[in-house]
């Protein structure tokens, strides 16, 4: 019996590791142009593309890990049926689920393995990834400013935004000044001045433009003022990769976790400080001067415990920002599919046993389709607030529960397969 599991499982993992180096150069391709032009246009330092593009890569492996082991179990399994051993491992009695069981364990390792990935190496490279591109721009601000992208440079408190821009001109250029005198600055186009590894201050110097004021209200004002150039000055402060604070995206599950335990905890401070303010400015009421403290306290705590933990409960759920939640879920949810992907694809596999590898591919990019367009719907059920985070994020696993628990029953009353 571990020999059928060895051997079934090791019919699995070349597809396996297949569907990862497939599904992750189909993600990577698409990246290749902006790094190109990073380097080409906006004269971005290669070795730090190159290092930024390999920070990347983790996220899309991230994505392709689930993808990988449906494909598998598909390919896998449909190989086994097309070549009968199915049918004789039936014929030998061997029920069900002991031929579904290898396929199982495989997608419960490849979990785990998932669960680590995503909270130790994808939170690592996505916060050094960001540090990183920072770190770029600050040494070039010119890397910041994408074709037809709109990009906030944070050490000035502005936002700018260019129909084309390179490391010497900049064309169309729109720039939202976010300082203590709000303004829009537009501009047919710009020359960069000093914008070198080595330069203390960058200098933008626009031509032919229009500024127009902003009240704090948001809303651009009719007073603007015409400029045939301008120079905006962009100070150098390069920063390190320690130096940046992590994104929730940046830190492990764990990280999440004993943040909102944090928040939990200081609300719950708040909550005892106000309600010892409500209680010491109920007694100072009192008249009767022979009652002491604590059995005042007391007292009113019990005859306002409704209300007490009305305040507590009200203080502790606003205390935690709700996409806190949904980040947490979000890093055991994602891996958590790859057991769910296992029920759909070994009995996908058998039934498709005559229509060869094309038919396993297929199938995969569409349960795989509809899985990712699923946690598109969770995240925009999540956005809302309208759902429970928890649900929204395990949404897309529960139709996958359902759809492979289909399945897997419809197999153990099929015939002759």
């Not at 409960?313 to 606003?318: F, H, L, R, S, T």
């Not at 038919?359 to 946690?375: A, E, H």
């Amino acid at each position: 019996m571990k020999k059928i599991t060895k051997y079934i499982i090791l019919e699995t993992i070349g597809p396996f590791l297949a569907g990862i180096l497939f599904f992750t150069f189909v993600f990577v391709i698409q990246l290749l142009p902006e790094l190109i032009r990073l380097i080409m246009n906006n004269g971005a330092p290669l070795l730090m593309s190159l290092e930024t593009f390999v920070y990347m890569l983790p996220f899309n492996i991230a994505i392709t890990i689930p993808m990988s082991i449906l494909m598998a179990s598909i390919i896998g399994y449909g190989r086994l049926s097309s070549d009968n051993e199915i049918i004789v491992m039936r014929a030998l009695g061997f029920p069900h689920m002991r031929i579904y069981m290898p396929i199982i364990i495989l997608g419960f390792f490849t979990f785990l393995f998932s669960l680590f990935f995503n909270n130790v190496i994808m939170s690592e490279s996505n916060y050094r990834y960001r540090a990183l591109i920072s770190y770029m721009v600050n040494i070039r601000p010119s890397i910041a400013v994408g074709k037809l992208e709109f990009t906030e440079i944070s050490d000035m408190g502005f936002s700018i935004g260019a129909k084309y821009a390179d490391d010497k001109s900049i064309s169309n250029v729109v720039i939202y000044d976010k300082s203590d005198t709000k303004r829009v600055i537009t501009a047919k186009y710009g020359l960069w001045k000093n914008n070198e590894a080595n330069s203390q201050v960058v200098t933008l110097t626009l031509y032919d433009g229009v500024v127009q004021e902003m009240p704090n209200y948001g809303f651009v004002t009719n007073d603007y003022t015409v400029f045939d150039s301008m120079d905006i000055n962009i100070i150098r402060n390069v920063s390190t990769l320690t130096s940046h604070e992590r994104g929730l995206r940046e830190m492990p599950s764990w990280e999440i976790l004993k943040k909102i335990k944090e928040a939990k905890s200081n609300a719950n401070k708040s909550v005892d400080e106000q309600i010892t303010g409500m209680i010491n400015n109920s007694y100072n009421n009192v008249k009767n001067t022979g009652i002491d403290i604590t059995s005042f306290s007391n007292e009113y705590i019990k005859t306002n415990s409704a209300e007490l933990v009305s305040i507590r409960e009200k203080a502790i759920e606003e205390s935690v920002p709700y996409f806190y939640y949904v980040e947490f879920y979000k890093f055991i949810s994602i891996p958590a599919a790859c057991l769910f992907m296992v029920l759909i694809g070994a009995p996908l596999g058998i039934v498709g046993k005559r229509s060869g590898k094309g038919f396993g591919f297929g199938i995969s990019v569409i349960v795989v389709v509809i899985y990712y367009l699923l946690i598109t719907a969770a995240e925009l059920l999540a956005g809302g607030k309208k759902v429970p985070p928890i649900l929204a994020m395990w949404f897309p696993n529960i139709v996958l529960a359902i759809m492979g628990g289909f399945f897997m029953v419809r197999s153990f009353f099929s015939r002759g397969k």
